[in-house]
């Protein structure tokens, strides 16, 4: 399914966020948003995932327009910060997203994931207990976990240094192949340009042509 | 999302567990005082179900009731044999109940009476037959049950009526009892009662009775007499009077108020007078035991604003993963309601508990009838006043949570 945003404009305070955004995910894409500190960057990926309403333009996935219900059965969403959810342990929260996604679990697909991602022996450690490199693969497989036909980060790498931050570029581009999914990944990082086959270069609420 | 919630509890044992026992302990205070309020009151109506008055000596007429209608008390004395005679002539008194008491039988009352008695409560036999001659006896159930006696078995009273050291040294080795019958539950005092005759009674204690009951004679005897007329007079303990019409209840207590030995006491206004003593003292504790229970309430609603202000990165991560405002809300709510319900189960085993082994270590409650596990529909009301509670304190948090903007967390977060 393809992802589009159509003319999206966003304001917050009366200044300008966003204004006169389009941009198509086809299925299969791999796009870098790049763009520095402050240019609207996570503001652009809220709206694409549907967690905040556009001021302006609309934003759909195939033909239907993205809310909380989209978002649950075909998103999955890598974040910075906020990676698992801190009282479960790292299998509790893919058996959770599964659960969130379809009501049920599918502990196969949870096996494969973990061992994929080189943690299949932390599965019942708590969130607390992982270091950062195995929190990130974490979040990478809750995100994965439900198959989203879109998987979108933001700012995967920030705290990473070079070879890390390539390592896990790398690591989310084969994901998502493997997963079917396209890949929106959203940094400030210009190292990861030669990851992605396709960049799009957010300034000022614009993006460059 | 009950999952989640449970997880969320887990991960603050602490906190959880001060919770829970706040409200157990307040639950388990509220069940207690139902049970004692309730079950004491169905006993004494039950044990003085159609007994409108009672006859004894001059003395306190709650003990009275006590001792001759709940047994759990000493008699105030005795009476002269003649005062049955006297209650007999009355046109409107449709029975006289004779009771004789002095003796026990490993705790349990050894009561002299006739068959009016059996009439009186209903009783029925699960075994043998009815006392007949002198010395033969009919246990109540609960003796069979726990002296494990058996139809044809002998057994000796001691004098008293309680099980007491000082009991054994007078036990009544001459004259033993033999088991003639074993009586059905009934769920009331006289499955805790040995039944015989007034004779076998006056025979135990060397008081000849010759020409039978209700008729006035001189005899000789042991029988301790607080008010009675000569030592070694035959006498009773008490009469159960049950009237004829309601004309007796203007005429007959009136009378016995003018006989100089005895004293008149009338069950339901005794038994009244008791709950009402009883009722008072609980209510201190019971207003306690709610204000532990709002206590608990504020614990949870204390714990609940603090975790929603903690884990407000999990709770939009959450809605991220595509969690609604409901169930976010929801599992806010469950961590209130599982709180107050697992308090409320735990309360109410532990004061179901509680009775169980009071009975075992305070005969006294024993005798009073407290039975340890049979729920009343009240204790649902109670456990969901509780639970009601803890939702209620989890709905300021969970409002909370419902309205959480996601993308402020997130942004917050960096």
């Known amino acids: 399914m393809q992802l589009t945003a159509h003319d999206l404009g966003k304001t917050f305070g009366g200044r300008p966020i966003l204004s006169g955004v389009s941009l198509c995910l086809a299925p299969g894409d791999r796009a870098l948003l790049l763009g520095p500190s402050g240019s609207g960057k996570s503001t652009l990926l809220n709206l694409l995932c549907g967690l905040q309403r556009p001021d302006s333009g609309r934003v759909t996935l195939g033909d239907t327009p993205v809310d909380d219900g989209v978002r649950r059965r075909h998103f999955g969403i890598v974040f910075q910060s906020l990676r698992l959810v801190s009282a479960l342990s790292l299998r509790g929260n893919l058996v959770l997203a599964q659960k969130l996604q379809t009501g049920g ?6 096996d494969a994931l973990l061992a994929r991602l080189g943690i299949a022996q932390r599965a019942h450690a708590r969130p607390h207990e992982l270091s950062q ?51 929106l990944v959203a940094t400030h990082d210009d190292r990861l340009r030669p990851h992605f086959a396709r960049t799009l270069t957010l300034a000022d609420g614009r993006l460059a042509a | 999302m009950i999952d989640l919630a449970l997880a969320y509890l887990r991960d603050r044992p602490l906190t959880t567990a001060l919770n829970v026992l706040l409200l157990a302990i307040s639950v388990a205070m509220l069940v207690l005082l139902l049970q004692l309020g309730t079950q004491a009151s169905a006993r ?24 001759s209608v709940l047994h759990i008390d000493q008699p105030t004395g005795n009476i002269p044999l003649a005062s049955r005679a006297l209650l007999e002539r009355d046109p409107a008194v449709a029975r006289v109940v004779p009771l004789a ?55 000796t009273g001691s004098h008293g009526l309680a099980d007491e050291d000082e009991g054994q040294d007078q036990a009544h080795d001459h004259a033993p009892f033999v088991t003639v019958g074993i009586l059905a539950p009934t769920g009331g005092v006289a499955d805790r009662l040995i039944l015989t005759s007034i004779d076998s009674v006056w025979q135990v204690h060397g008081v000849k009775a010759h020409h039978g009951l209700g008729e006035e004679h001189d005899h000789h005897g ?14 009773l303990t008490a009469l159960l009077v049950t009237y004829r019409n309601a ?9 016995i108020d003018r006989q100089s030995a005895l004293q ?12 009402d003593l009883l009722g008072a003292s609980l209510e201190g504790l019971r207003v306690f035991a709610w204000l532990l229970a709002a206590t608990g309430g504020l614990a949870i609603l204390v714990a609940l604003v603090g975790m929603v202000h903690s884990r407000e990165g999990d709770l939009a991560l959450l809605r991220v993963m595509g969690a609604s405002r409901g169930q976010v809300f929801g599992t806010v709510m469950c961590e209130g309601v599982l709180t107050a ?36 529909p009240a204790e649902a009301a109670l456990a969901a006043a509780v639970v009601g509670i803890g939702a209620f304190a989890a709905l300021v948090p969970a409002l909370r949570v419902y309205r959480l903007d996601p993308v402020l967390v997130l942004a917050r977060a960096g």
Not at chain 2, 44 to 67: C, F, T, W, Y
Not at chain 2, 121 to 146: I, Q
């Open chain 1, 105 to 110: 679990s599918d502990p196969a697909r949870i």
């Open chain 1, 133 to 183: 490199g195995e929190a990130q693969r974490a979040a990478i497989a809750r995100a994965l976990v439900v198959r989203p036909a879109i998987l979108v980060a933001d700012e995967p790498t920030s705290a990473l240094d070079a070879a890390n931050a390539a390592a896990v570029a790398a690591l989310l581009g084969e994901l998502a192949e493997e997963a079917g999914a396209s890949l």
């Open chain 2, 44 to 67: 004494m109506g039950r044990d003085a179900e159609g007994i409108d008055l009672v006859v004894g000596a001059k003395g306190s007429p709650l003990q009275l009731i006590l001792s």
């Open chain 2, 101 to 155: 008491l002095g003796d026990n039988f490993r705790g349990y009352r050894i009561v002299g009476t006739d068959a009016g008695f059996a009439a009186l409560h209903r009783l029925r036999l699960a075994a043998g037959r009815s006392f007949g001659a002198p010395m033969e006896a009919v246990l109540g159930a609960e003796v069979a049950r726990t002296t494990g006696a058996r139809i044809g078995q002998k057994f």
């Open chain 2, 222 to 235: 042991e029988r301790e007499a607080a008010s009675g007329p000569e030592p070694h007079e035959p006498e």
């Open chain 2, 247 to 255: 004309a007796g209840a203007m005429r007959v207590p009136a009378m």
């Open chain 2, 264 to 275: 008149a006491a009338v069950p339901a206004t005794e038994t009244a007078r008791l709950l």
């Open chain 2, 341 to 376: 319900l697992i308090g409320s189960a735990l309360g109410w085993i532990a004061a179901h508990g509680l009775i169980m082994v009071a009975r075992v270590n305070f005969p006294a409650l024993a005798e009073l009838g407290l039975a340890a596990w049979t729920p009343l």
